[in-house]
């Protein structure tokens, strides 16, 4: 078995990354922030020095950095609680559901103006895209750092720059970038939303919502913190107020294993890599597949596809009966694939780290064949 | 750095913060033990007022230490030297 499908969550994982998660569970039995007794406070230590591997990874403080389920509770966390009191929001046209629906759902009960910026495949037409839906009221935009569907890497650096000249709250959602591009908050991002388990390379059921802190987040949980217990109103200070309930010690433990692996292995190292075999897989493709690429977009090491008139799942699933591994359908991004309209959606080639030119070949020679079928 | 003078005399000061979460405790922890202070994060008591939370013994100056934290943004309740003699 191959998986090609590591966009939807990175596999295998880094040694480093089991034998880190293996020994969290000996020794992290301990509940984090919960208690005085050398469990817990090794169990407490251990979360701290996550948290900070996350913060100096993303140029944040340890504080400002909150750990979640995954990228989705992040957005949901981040988008209601800047939208808290209402205003603009403005989302890209090529978000995933884990933004739109959110943002979509407050819209339709008149809690928030929802504007949706197109994006092209140049850099200049989607910033003015962004710069055009720009108003007074026009509270936060929400961006992803590249598309889940195509890759694209978005100009989200120059869209940041809009929103600190209009007084905007940026949020990023860099699920797809992180861990591929050397994103930082001092891209302009005030708040980062990503996933512990792709680029990151930790395990399923984390992610992260890393703030600059310009933005106060009302939070959308409350509950037990391990500090003001006494208090019926959540803490007002981070991570507190967004960390409520028993954190995912182990997964937190496997993000920072990740990170670590990810810096040994050096980022730019990972994209070259990745990069290389999305562009072996492109060079072994014969004129019946479509490739969703424009010459004028940067690219994140995803390629989607269409192989003639197949339909996507049909694809995925012939691909899958002979051992790979990939992502058919709409990939829970319906604005995204809108934009490209592809009403069968595609299917979507997404290397990791760990696979090979050889594994690339393979593929590419029984996508060959599938058509002579 | 472990001591301060009174009465013309060099004491040893203990004092403790009250700080707002743990991570702050350990942010805390970290910076004064950068300067020089020894310090170590402690549940609080279970009837200390307010619910659980942190405490950070620091072995030093307070007031020094309250400027280091109160520089630097890490936020605490207060600090108290706790010492024979302190205020």
Known sequence: MINFDNAATTFPKPLSVRQAVAAAMKKYGGNAG?????????????????????????????????????????????????????????????????SARPAAAL?????????????????????????????????????????????QILPYREIAALCREHGICFIADGAQACGIIDVKLSDGINILCTAGHKGLYGITGTGLLVTDGKYPISPIIQGGTG??????????????????????????????????????????????????????????????????????????????FNVGDIPSESVAAQLAEKGFCLRAGFHCAALAHASLGTKSGTVRFAPSVFNTEQEVLRLTETIRNMKKI | MHSSCRNGVMVMTVCIAEMPSYTYAVKAE??????????????????????????????????????????????????????????
């Open chain 1, 34 to 98: 919960r208690g005085g007794h050398p469990l817990a406070m090794r169990t407490s230590e251990a979360l701290y020095s996550a948290r900070e591997t996350v913060a100096s990874f993303f140029g944040a403080q340890p504080e400002n950095t909150v750990f979640t389920m995954n990228c989705t509770y992040a957005l949901n966390m981040a988008i209601k609680g800047i939208m808290n009191g209402g205003g603009h929001l403005i989302i890209s046209g090529m978000e995933h559901n884990s």
């Open chain 1, 107 to 151: 819209a339709l009960k008149n809690r928030l103006r929802l504007s949706i910026a197109e994006v092209y495949p140049e850099d200049e037409r989607t910033i003015d895209s962004f710069r055009s839906l720009i108003r007074e009221d026009t509270k936060a935009v929400v961006c992803t750092l590249a598309s889940n569907v195509t890759g």
């Open chain 1, 227 to 304: 500090s003001s217990s006494l208090s019926l109103l959540q803490p007002d200070i981070l991570p507190d107020s967004l960390e409520s309930g028993t954190p995912n010690i182990i997964g937190t433990v496997s993000v920072k294993a990740g990170i670590d692996f990810v810096k040994k292995t050096g980022i730019r190292r990972i994209f070259a890599h990745e990069d290389r075999l999305c562009r072996c897989f492109m060079s072994g493709l014969d004129g019946d597949v479509r490739v969703y690429r424009e010459k004028t977009a940067e690219y994140v090491p995803i390629v989607a």
């Open chain 2, 30 to 87: 970290r910076l004064l033990r950068s300067r020089g202070y020894r310090c170590k994060v402690v549940r609080k008591d279970k009837n200390s007022s307010g619910g659980c939370g942190f405490l950070l013994h620091i072995y030093g100056y307070c007031l020094e230490a309250a400027e280091i934290l109160e520089r630097n943004a890490v936020p605490f309740k207060y600090i108290n030297d706790i010492s024979e003699g302190g205020a």
